[in-house]
């Protein structure tokens, strides 16, 4: 908990380095709260208006504020009371967003009003001129409009802009930031940083503010990929609509080719050269009205650059995508991947998955509640929003080399994304270059993390490709090599420790939509007279035929396993369970075996057990296909051991760390695999 002294001394820091470029966040709260504007519209005027630590002249600046947004600022449902007012007293002064576009037919500059509804208003031409930022998507303005209408040139426009200002900084002195910049410690810029975005950086703990500033991330870096999926209420989006003027928030996921990247029949650019930053709201819904959507997207995402007709094109905005997880953390991990939130075309898709950089763990981040908001000191946000944007020009990803090199488990795509989060954070935490080994160290392993989450994903859904996930780097002084973890790494595994009860067991198999899931099998035996019954199968027919091959290989050979097998006076029932949602699997006759010798002798398997391979109904031994994706899923759900055929453990071509992971049991036979499931020599 900071106290007040250091709040003191950052707030007299801020004022001695920066004045002018500095706000109290409680007076942007007390506004916001009753006017639907944006934070950097608000904080343009409180900047101007109550710059003081008076408090008569605070007050008196709120006043003025509030009286401007309530008779400037223009609400939609009351575009035509102002336009009332506008021809009434002849000139009027109004809070909107403009768009300047050229009209060639008439040789001049209209302007578009986003709320008041007009289009077509002739601009001087100074103003585009000077703003370039008018031509490109908008921004918000104070505009003073006058209103003349002649009775003799009817056709003529009535309203004129005479004045145009807009509510951004005009410029921003860089170099005047990192000279500042240099008189505050590392804990006081971050504090600083966090307050500007509206955050209070005392009722965080200290990663969770390293993860809140990876959020700016995509706003200082080129082409930068993030992920953040996480609950409701963590204000995943807010940054990318409310802080900065240079991101756009495409709410609901809907979007075109044309109005994200080209439009060929304009010849003119989309949103991802218009902003500096692209955010999708709400994963789930993104939804291309174009069949190559997804496609134009993973180029775009991989090289920057993207082709349109005869045409490529180059944009530099950083794509964010943030959206809800409806199940624990702990759920996703066992059954699915953190990437199922996405639409099925993306979550099932390597190529675009591992072009994200970075997945920020939304679900570290607690749910916002009013206490976590400041009423101290930040910078106005405007001003933040432009320096953010100037530091995209400054590179500072080199610096890693002069200390450290990455491990070999990191291809080309790993060590880009970890290079451009290491230059994101050290533009936002230390934008004047200093910084010792151990910041960077710090910053380094952050970067590991974030992209080794992405890569641990990929390596559920695309199998082996993306096997290597041992992130690590080397500290070129003594060459010590250190490895970085996911903390989400450590949560409960679908095959748990410990003792099974009889008739439990666990197998690795193809399901029914060809992914490679787990399936855990359950057993109850009761006195009857030889009936089977199996839940859970469905009406998949496969699945039937194989639990029957199994129950009719123990009637007929039972006695070869054990003669206290009864297939005549017990009855028994199954349970089929496939836990990761992927269609239940036709590999069930060997697993199904074994599950009932298991519950008819009593025996629990092997404890961490994954069943792997498949018999006939003549007990031949089928060969297991897939055998290394195989055993990563089966290593991924938690199991220590595997029952393996003998011929699929003769010709594994599987990595060898992955082969010291478990203890193996091969099998000739089908009663050879009972016997060593259950742990009989």
Same mark, same amino acid.
């Given at each position: ?46 900047? &101007? ?30 575009? &035509? ?84 200002? +807009?509510?951004?900084? +005009? ?23 966090? %307050? ?36 409701? @209420? ?75 007709? !005869? ?5 530099? =905005? ?17 059954? @699915? ?51 953010? %944007? ?40 230390? +934008?004047?270059?200093?910084?010792? !080994? ?21 390596? !559920? ?81 496969? @699945? ?96 220590? !051991? ?12 599987? +990595? ?13 036979? =089908? ?11």
């Amino acid at each position: 908990m900071e106290d007040v002294s250091s709040r003191t001394e950052i707030k007299q820091k801020l004022r001695e380095n920066f004045d002018g470029k500095i706000v109290a966040k409680d007076l942007t709260k007390k506004i916001k709260e009753g006017a639907n504007v944006p934070v950097y519209v608000l904080e343009f005027l409180l900047g &101007q208006y109550c710059s003081s630590d008076d408090e008569e002249i605070i007050e008196k600046g709120i006043g003025t504020v509030k009286k401007i947004l309530s008779d400037n600022f223009v609400r939609p449902d009351e575009a &035509q009371k102002i336009l009332s007012i506008l021809r009434e007293k002849g000139s009027f002064s109004i809070i909107d967003k403009v768009t300047v576009k050229l009209n060639i037919r008439k040789n001049r500059y209209e302007a578009e009003f986003s709320n008041l509804g007009l289009s077509d208003i002739p601009v001087p031409e100074e103003y585009p001129t000077r703003y370039d930022r008018l031509l490109c998507g908008g921004i918000w303005c104070m505009i003073q409009l006058d209103y003349d209408y002649d009775e003799n040139e009817q056709n003529k426009n009535p309203i004129s802009i005479t004045r145009l200002t +807009p509510i951004q900084m +005009p410029q921003v002195d860089i170099k005047e930031l990192k000279e500042g910049r240099s008189k505050f410690t590392k804990e006081e810029w971050i504090d600083v940083m966090l %307050r500007s975005i509206g955050m209070e950086p005392d009722e965080f703990e200290e990663r969770e503010k390293w993860l809140l500033l990876t959020r700016l991330i995509p706003l200082v870096e080129n082409n930068f990929n993030l992920c953040e999926l996480g609950p409701r @209420s963590t204000g995943k989006s807010h940054i990318y609509k409310e802080i900065s003027p240079n991101s756009i928030l495409v709410s609901g996921g809907q979007t075109t080719v044309a109005n994200l990247f080209y439009n060929m029949g304009r010849k003119t650019i989309g949103l991802v050269g218009l902003w500096d930053c692209v955010a999708f709201d709400e994963v789930a819904g993104i939804k291309f009205k174009d069949n190559d959507g997804i496609q134009i997207m993973k180029d775009y995402m991989a090289s920057g650059s993207f082709a349109r007709g !005869k045409e490529e094109k180059a944009a530099s =905005a950083s794509m964010v995508f943030v959206g809800n997880i409806n199940q624990s953390v702990d759920v996703l991990l066992k059954t @699915s991947s953190l990437f199922d939130p996405f639409p099925e075309e993306m979550a099932i898709d390597t190529a675009f998955l591992d072009r994200m950089h970075c997945y920020l763990p939304g679900w570290e981040i607690p749910k916002f509640r009013p206490e976590h908001f400041t009423n101290d000191y930040g910078f106005i946000t405007d001003y933040l929003a432009e320096f953010m %944007r100037e530091l995209r020009k400054d590179q500072y990803g080199d610096s890693l080399d002069k200390y450290f090199r990455l491990g070999k488990n990191l291809n080309q795509r790993d060590t880009i994304s970890v290079r451009k989060m290491v230059n994101g954070y050290l533009k936002i935490v230390y +934008p004047h270059g200093e910084f010792t !080994k151990d910041d960077l160290e710090e910053i380094l392993c952050l970067s590991l993390e974030m992209r080794r989450r992405v890569k641990e994903q990929l390596k !559920k859904i695309g199998g082996m490709e993306f096997y290597d996930v041992n992130f690590s780097y080397i500290d070129l002084d003594n060459f010590e090599e250190k490895y970085v973890g996911v903390p989400e790494e450590g949560v409960d595994k679908l095959i748990p420790n410990g003792m099974l009860n009889p008739g439990q067991v666990y197998t690795i198999a193809n399901g029914g939509n060809g992914m490679i899931g787990c399936y855990r099998l359950e057993s109850q035996m009761l006195p009857g007279n030889g009936k089977f019954d199996r839940t859970g199968l469905g009406t998949n027919r496969e @699945s039937k035929e194989a639990s029957n091959t199994a129950f009719s290989y123990l009637k007929a050979n039972g006695n070869r396993i054990s003669a206290s097998i009864s297939t005549t006076t017990k009855d028994y029932i199954i349970n089929y369970q496939d836990l990761q949602g992927i269609g239940m699997t036709g590999e069930l006759a060997l697993p199904t075996l074994i599950a009932l010798c298991s519950i008819a002798l009593g025996k629990p398997v092997l404890s961490n057990l994954a069943v792997l391979g498949e018999i006939s109904i003549g007990g031949s031994i089928m060969k297991v296909t897939e055998i290394a994706d195989s055993l990563q899923v089966a290593l991924d759900s938690g199991a220590k !051991k595997v029952l393996i055929p003998t011929a699929s453990f003769v010709d594994m071509g599987v +990595p060898a760390e992955l082969m010291s992971s478990f203890q193996f049991f091969p099998y000739q036979s =089908a009663e050879d695999a009972v016997f060593k499931a259950l742990g009989v020599d």
